[in-house]
């Protein structure tokens, strides 16, 4: 039986009788036209009076070379104005066009670089020079789009299906294109825009322009949909910047054009081919995707002589040239390099490494982990300051990267071995890599003993010991150790960690088990790694997989199942749970899995006859990602009219949700399903484009095995919630800054003794 909650428990089966008229945010008929989307653009809100005078400085970087402008790029202007703090995000100002050319922009800050500018004068300066950010993009129509794609039939239950369809219906809010007539020219006005040729999806939110690795997703989730041609014009965008560049940029801005992202193209272009076998578009593509290959080649990779074999390997790595803080998170970069708990202030050169290890931070995707950090932080904090300044990602050989390309030179392999673009030449040189990649990620990074990948660190010369989702990679690319292939208990104990993850936890798998404040970090758990989990789930053979899930011993919880040191964390230093009346649940024991049930987990579906444990878990984690997203969404206003009513604006008003209609966040809580996860440098963002497709591909591929969840109700969760979720207050779900950066600065510069300079 269920065990008691000391919440409210919805059934939201039961919800199914009841029919009530609400607002639903895609209905199934969804407008194929141009959608109605208000752009709304942030306004200036300074956190000091504005005849304060500006914080002192520290000198302004110097210029890069890889990013053009004087007003956008790290310099006096741009340094200024972050100072000034006019908004809490700095990717806003970042992302607004000008009103005139550089030049009279430049003339226009002039008088406002003084040693005695005031809030007033840069706000000023601002408001006249610069238009509302995201102007430059505007929706598109979906001409093909279809309210009812083929896949909604695979989900047998009534509510999922009807959910499922919602999140489809998103499509049509994402899509932009670039808005022509808004564009800049650099002689009326200027802007960071990198126009776009075609269609494409953005993932929501802050980021309103395309992203390189986030459309791997979106792309899964444009296939379920049958929306090829969208699908197709984004492949396009990335070879268009491939001509322009040599590389897909981390976005579609100009500040992001000295770093990349996951280089997952190929990936995309492999998984377009499968699902329309539109072969045409390898004409262009092919040539393209070796350019893509000879940038990484020559900018990425190096050979490394292994400690365990003796055997040299090349193999790749993120390094970002780079001296300064990221435009679009000045101020956060800045605040990182002159932290007021520095005794000792950073010199020119201490703070210039530190940025180009935050930029090949933000290159990883993972922006940012403890998994690349000096020291990492176990037991919790939320100062990331330390964690940050002890980034270490340049001298690590990670174990995903050098994953992607594997499978990227078999895909480019297979291209290559028939059909009218065959090329043995090629074939067998996209083999031989691919060979030579794969004998190093199990030289380097598989540890036979503790059953897991870890990504290999230069700086000790030896295998890390730190454990992330990072794991799943090898499997999800067909790299399955030969003691997984050959031994079911292995198997099992490489997977282990999901099946303690199921039994302890409320939602989904965390990214790593230590909780720093970071976002890529506990107790966060984000869409692509559940995507990637279940992928590596799913290549594992059935002989290995088909026992029963094996149970803890008595007393013990399902950490007893991992193999010794995996985690490389003791049971009572893993994440906090809930709490239960009050109190905190058991940290160790076989009291801390609270949703262990027979054969199956809480919201974690049901178990069936004769169902392995690969099975088990994989029907478990995808029930638990629907209900993460489902209960975020229904928390935050989403309903459907005779399946689902809508919250009671009592029940709304704790994620501060009366006037929404739900939110599909970017990433989830490990503890939490009704909220969104948290940390990191910006405010959890809602959309969303790599959640979205990855819900579309779980219902695809579970859709039969989905079973609607049981939510909390989001007043007595509220009345429980706080252990070991930072200060702050609630809105949407996610959990915001209650620090004001203003005051953070001016702490910052008051410590470090920084006197005034004029920029």
């Given at each position: 039986?269920?065990?008691?909650?000391?919440?409210?428990?919805?059934?939201?089966?039961?919800?199914?009788?009841?029919?009530?008229?609400?607002?639903?945010?895609?209905?199934?008929?969804?407008?194929?036209?141009?959608?109605?989307?208000?752009?709304?653009?942030?306004?200036?809100?300074?956190?000091?009076?504005?005849?304060?005078?500006?914080?002192?400085?520290?000198?302004?970087?110097?210029?890069?070379?890889?990013?053009?402008?004087?007003?956008?790029?790290?310099?006096?202007?741009?340094?200024?104005?972050?100072?000034?703090?006019?908004?809490?995000?700095?990717?806003?100002?970042?992302?607004?066009?000008?009103?005139?050319?550089?030049?009279s922009?430049l003339?226009?800050?002039?008088?406002?670089?003084?040693?005695?500018?005031?809030?007033?004068?840069?706000?000023?300066?601002?408001?006249?020079n610069?238009?509302?950010?995201?102007?430059?993009?505007?929706?598109q129509?979906?001409?093909?789009?279809?309210?009812?794609?083929p896949?909604?039939?695979?989900?047998?239950?009534?509510?999922?299906?009807?959910?499922?369809q919602?999140?489809h219906?998103?499509?049509?809010?994402l899509?932009?294109?670039?808005?022509?007539?808004?564009?800049?020219?650099?002689?009326t006005?200027?802007?960071t825009?990198i126009?776009?040729?075609?269609?494409?999806v953005?993932p929501?939110?802050?980021?309103?322009?395309?992203?390189?690795?986030?459309?791997?997703?979106?792309?899964?989730?444009l296939?379920?949909?049958?929306?090829?041609?969208?699908?197709?014009?984004?492949?396009?965008?990335?070879?268009?910047?491939?001509?322009?560049?040599?590389?897909?940029?981390?976005?579609?801005?100009?500040?992001y054009?000295?770093?990349?992202?996951?280089?997952l193209?190929?990936?995309?272009?492999?998984?377009?081919?499968?699902?329309?076998?539109?072969?045409?578009?390898?004409?262009?593509?092919?040539?393209?995707?070796?350019a893509?290959?000879?940038?990484?080649s020559?900018n990425?990779?190096?050979?490394?002589?292994?400690?365990?074999?003796?055997?040299?390997?090349?193999?790749?790595?993120?390094?970002?040239?780079?001296?300064?803080?990221?435009?679009?998170?000045?101020?956060?970069?800045y605040?990182?390099?002159?932290?007021?708990?520095?005794?000792?202030?950073?010199?020119?050169s201490?703070?210039?490494?530190?940025?180009?290890?935050?930029?090949?931070?933000?290159?990883?995707?993972?922006?940012?982990s403890?998994?690349?950090?000096?020291?990492?932080?176990?037991?919790?904090?939320?100062?990331?300051a330390?964690?940050?300044?002890?980034?270490?990602?340049?001298?690590?050989?990670?174990?995903?990267?050098?994953?992607?390309?594997?499978?990227?030179?078999?895909?480019?392999?297979?291209?290559?071995?028939?059909?009218?673009?065959?090329?043995?030449?090629?074939?067998?040189?996209?083999?031989a890599?691919?060979?030579?990649?794969?004998?190093?990620?199990?030289?380097?990074?598989?540890?036979?003993?503790?059953?897991?990948?870890?990504?290999?660190?230069?700086?000790?010369?030896?295998?890390?010991?730190?454990?992330?989702?990072?794991?799943?990679?090898?499997l999800?690319?067909?790299?399955?150790?030969?003691e997984?292939?050959?031994?079911?208990?292995?198997?099992?104990?490489?997977?282990?960690?999901i099946?303690?993850?199921?039994?302890?936890?409320?939602?989904t798998?965390?990214?790593?088990?230590?909780?720093?404040?970071?976002?890529?970090d506990?107790?966060?758990?984000?869409?692509?790694h559940q995507?990637?989990?279940?992928?590596?789930?799913?290549?594992?053979?059935?002989?290995?997989?088909?026992?029963?899930?094996?149970?803890?011993?008595?007393g013990?919880?399902?950490?007893?199942?991992?193999?010794?040191?995996?985690?490389?964390?003791?049971?009572?230093?893993?994440p906090?749970?809930?709490?239960?009346n009050?109190?905190?649940?058991?940290?160790t024991?076989?009291?801390a899995?609270?949703?262990?049930l027979?054969g199956?987990?809480?919201?974690?579906?049901?178990?069936?006859?004769?169902?392995?444990?690969?099975d088990?878990?994989?029907?478990?984690?995808?029930?638990?990602?629907?209900t993460?997203?489902?209960?975020?969404?229904h928390?935050?206003?989403?309903?459907?009219p005779?399946?689902?009513?809508?919250l009671?604006?009592?029940?709304?008003?704790?994620?501060?949700?009366?006037?929404?209609?739900?939110?599909?966040?970017?990433?989830?809580?490990?503890?939490?399903?009704?909220?969104?996860?948290?940390?990191?440098?910006?405010?959890?963002?809602?959309g969303?484009?790599?959640?979205n497709?990855?819900?579309?591909?779980?219902?695809?591929?579970?859709?039969?095995?989905?079973?609607?969840?049981?939510?909390?109700?989001?007043?007595?969760?509220?009345?429980?919630?706080?252990?070991?979720?930072?200060?702050?207050?609630?809105?949407?779900?996610a959990?915001?800054?209650?620090?004001?950066p203003?005051?953070?600065?001016?702490?910052?510069?008051?410590?470090?003794?920084?006197?005034?300079v004029?920029?």
């Amino acid at each position: 039986m269920f065990p008691k909650w000391s919440i409210i428990v919805y059934a939201i089966r039961a919800a199914r009788a009841i029919s009530q008229a609400s607002t639903i945010t895609a209905p199934a008929s969804v407008t194929t036209g141009v959608p109605t989307i208000t752009l709304v653009t942030s306004v200036a809100s300074p956190t000091a009076p504005l005849t304060a005078t500006l914080p002192s400085q520290v000198p302004p970087p110097p210029v890069q070379a890889w990013c053009p402008s004087k007003i956008f790029c790290p310099g006096a202007l741009l340094q200024t104005v972050n100072v000034a703090v006019l908004w809490s995000d700095p990717k806003t100002f970042v992302d607004k066009p000008t009103n005139s050319d550089q030049q009279s922009v430049l003339a226009a800050f002039a008088p406002v670089n003084t040693t005695n500018a005031t809030e007033g004068a840069v706000l000023n300066f601002v408001d006249n020079n610069f238009r509302g950010e995201g102007l430059e993009l505007e929706a598109q129509a979906l001409p093909n789009f279809n309210a009812n794609p083929p896949f909604l039939s695979k989900v047998t239950d009534p509510l999922l299906r009807a959910f499922a369809q919602a999140v489809h219906g998103y499509w049509t809010q994402l899509v932009r294109g670039t808005n022509s007539s808004a564009l800049c020219d650099g002689k009326t006005c200027v802007s960071t825009l990198i126009p776009l040729n075609h269609t494409f999806v953005v993932p929501g939110g802050r980021f309103r322009e395309q992203y390189y690795w986030d459309s791997f997703w979106i792309i899964e989730g444009l296939i379920q949909s049958q929306l090829f041609d969208v699908a197709n014009e984004t492949l396009q965008n990335f070879m268009d910047e491939i001509e322009s560049f040599g590389f897909i940029p981390n976005g579609g801005r100009i500040y992001y054009l000295n770093r990349s992202q996951p280089p997952l193209f190929i990936w995309m272009l492999a998984n377009y081919v499968a699902a329309t076998n539109d072969t045409a578009i390898l004409d262009r593509a092919l040539p393209l995707a070796e350019a893509r290959s000879h940038h990484l080649s020559n900018n990425r990779s190096l050979t490394v002589t292994s400690p365990y074999t003796n055997t040299t390997h090349t193999l790749s790595r993120y390094a970002v040239t780079n001296s300064a803080p990221r435009p679009e998170s000045y101020l956060t970069d800045y605040m990182t390099a002159n932290d007021p708990t520095l005794s000792t202030p950073l010199n020119e050169s201490q703070r210039a490494e530190l940025y180009s290890e935050l930029a090949t931070g933000a290159e990883t995707g993972w922006d940012y982990s403890t998994r690349f950090i000096s020291l990492p932080i176990a037991g919790g904090t939320n100062n990331t300051a330390p964690a940050l300044r002890s980034l270490n990602v340049k001298n690590h050989i990670p174990v995903d990267l050098n994953t992607i390309l594997y499978k990227s030179n078999l895909i480019l392999a297979g291209f290559y071995s028939s059909g009218s673009r065959a090329n043995r030449i090629a074939a067998e040189k996209h083999t031989a890599t691919a060979a030579n990649i794969r004998a190093g990620i199990l030289d380097l990074f598989w540890d036979p003993s503790k059953l897991a990948f870890y990504d290999f660190n230069l700086t000790s010369n030896s295998r890390n010991t730190f454990f992330s989702a990072a794991t799943f990679y090898p499997l999800w690319a067909g790299i399955i150790p030969n003691e997984l292939i050959s031994n079911s208990t292995n198997a099992f104990g490489f997977f282990s960690s999901i099946n303690m993850v199921l039994r302890r936890y409320n939602g989904t798998y965390p990214t790593t088990f230590v909780e720093s404040g970071l976002q890529w970090d506990a107790p966060n758990a984000w869409p692509p790694h559940q995507y990637i989990a279940l992928q590596a789930l799913r290549a594992l053979p059935d002989n290995v997989s088909s026992g029963a899930i094996p149970q803890p011993p008595s007393g013990k919880s399902g950490f007893a199942l991992l193999p010794d040191g995996q985690l490389g964390l003791e049971e009572n230093n893993l994440p906090g749970q809930v709490l239960r009346n009050g109190e905190n649940t058991s940290s160790t024991g076989s009291s801390a899995d609270i949703n262990a049930l027979s054969g199956t987990f809480v919201n974690g579906g049901n178990a069936t006859a004769g169902e392995g444990w690969r099975d088990a878990l994989a029907r478990g984690l995808a029930n638990r990602y629907f209900t993460s997203a489902l209960c975020s969404w229904h928390a935050t206003g989403g309903s459907i009219p005779g399946l689902l009513p809508r919250l009671t604006d009592q029940q709304l008003n704790v994620s501060q949700s009366i006037n929404n209609t739900g939110n599909m966040f970017e990433k989830f809580s490990i503890r939490d399903i009704d909220s969104a996860g948290r940390g990191g440098e910006y405010t959890v963002q809602a959309g969303f484009g790599w959640t979205n497709g990855v819900a579309l591909w779980v219902a695809s591929v579970f859709g039969d095995q989905l079973v609607a969840p049981e939510c909390p109700d989001p007043l007595v969760q509220a009345s429980t919630a706080g252990s070991g979720t930072g200060s702050g207050s609630r809105k949407n779900g996610a959990l915001q800054p209650s620090v004001a950066p203003r005051v953070l600065l001016g702490l910052a510069l008051l410590a470090t003794g920084l006197q005034l300079v004029v920029v």
